[in-house]
């Protein structure tokens, strides 16, 4: 039996660049950035993106006070991508609603903070927050939007370190073909600026970024570039069966075309290129396309030195010399590596060349790296391309875990 | 203190627990869980702010004489008061 067609109808995000997928899509053409300087705890000031979305709009006071940032910006995220996708939410069965949120960790930040309180009262676990289950739990940030939607389907989480963002529209693709749901809340969320084990731990690796301007921190391809601008984020999407979709008029962003995820299982750290060239040729083929059919490639590419060299070599054994209308391009240059969310809000970043014919760049290559150097990659200015049927977009985790998921041109 | 000093302080803590909450009309009489939306997780929030704000002390078994402002006042006033002759 052929798998039913899924389809995107809505998009709701928070980008340290835009809350919207119009002002976010607005600003990577017009190369704005969004990163700056951020008072780390034990660190001092640490480039960061952050995010400055209104958390009041969709939330109370206290569910902002009891719950968890990243719990936060699912809410901010769901109830924009339904408002987007004008589903008569009152009318509709909420024990048939999935929310299947990526993340790529949740409870650090939880945990810091409750340590550190407890510091202030000489580690007397007395003192200790009720409220700490609650909020580390990894089914966290699903948890909190579906009590704030008052969903009563399946809401849970998908560890996948950074590629959890595509790990939330895949796993959603997968429970509406199985007819587990009929409507899936679903992408990635990143609350990971809130820790510093995420800054420290990246410092120690020698992977952390610095640059005296925070907007040109994060430069993938760049010979510059340093290491991993880490920030915050969320996007999450309605995805819906095709037929569900039309027979309600809903406006259709695009179509799931094919997906792949597979481990490297060579290292804790080091990305393995020969694997993520499987993952991304297994997508295609699902798709049943060929290289020369994928129109954009959105990297994954975070600016650390070997990490992008790496990719470019999984993306050149892909797709080599002989795909002319394939460009290249990636998001993380403007907002940094939102983790969780990544994927998700990078697949969104470019959804909208469908419409205007248009590719944004990746921004900061000032010297580009002739190792990353690819045939279509969109350096610092917009390209006008001639079509735009189908977007490719990479999203890779530590533990190697690899992801690629294509998305087509809605056509009946 | 008085109890008066002492349902301020505890009106102060629902301030924070309970941001939306309007407590300019608060019954002193009423229950708090009956006028105010607060659950059990709430109440154990006034507990933890009582020990970490004023190093007061609620047992479990005592939990119910913070059902109301009053009955706060008659039960925290003299803890309040025998901590401040401590010192």
Known sequence: MKPSRIVITGVG????????????????????????RMEIRYMGPQLAGVCHYDALRHQTKKEVRVGTRAGSISVY???????DSRIDWAARPKDRVGIYIGC????????????????KFNYDTKFWSHYHNPRTVANNPAGEASLNLGVTGPAYTIGAACAAGNLGLIHATQMLRLGEVDLAICGGVSESIHTFGIFAGFKSQNALATHADPHKASRPFDLARNGIVVSEGGCLYTLERLEDAQARGAKIYAEIAGYHVNSDASDYVLPNPVRQAECVRASIARAGL??????????????TPLGDIQECEAIRAVFGEGCPDTSINNTKSY???CMGAAGALELAGNLPSFDDLTVHPTINVDHLDPACALPGLVLNQPRKVAKVDTILNNSFGMLGINSALIVRRFAP | MTKDDCK??????????????????????????????????DFLDIVMELRKRHGIEVPEADYLQLASLDSCANYL???????????
Not at chain 1, 77 to 83: N, P, Q, T, Y
Not at chain 1, 290 to 303: E, F, G, K, L, Y
Not at chain 2, 77 to 87: E, I
Request: hydrophobic share 40%.
């Open chain 1, 13 to 36: 995000l928070t980008a340290p660049n835009g809350n919207s997928l119009p002002e976010f899509r607005r600003n990577l053409l017009n190369g704005v950035a969004g990163i700056e």
């Open chain 1, 77 to 83: 995220c769901a109830r924009e991508a339904l408002a």
């Open chain 1, 104 to 119: 790529t960790e949740h409870g650090n930040v939880e945990t810091e903070n409750e340590i550190y309180n407890l510091s």
């Open chain 1, 290 to 303: 060929t290289p020369r059919d994928i129109h954009i490639v959105n990297t994954h590419a975070t600016a």
């Open chain 1, 335 to 337: 907002i940094g590596h």
């Open chain 2, 8 to 41: 301020k302080l505890v009106l102060d803590i629902i301030a924070d627990i309970a941001p939306d909450e309007d407590l300019t009309n608060v019954k002193p009489d009423v229950r708090l869980r009956d006028q105010l939306q607060l659950d059990s997780m």
């Open chain 2, 77 to 87: 006033t003299p803890k309040f008061n025998a901590l401040s002759a401590k010192s």
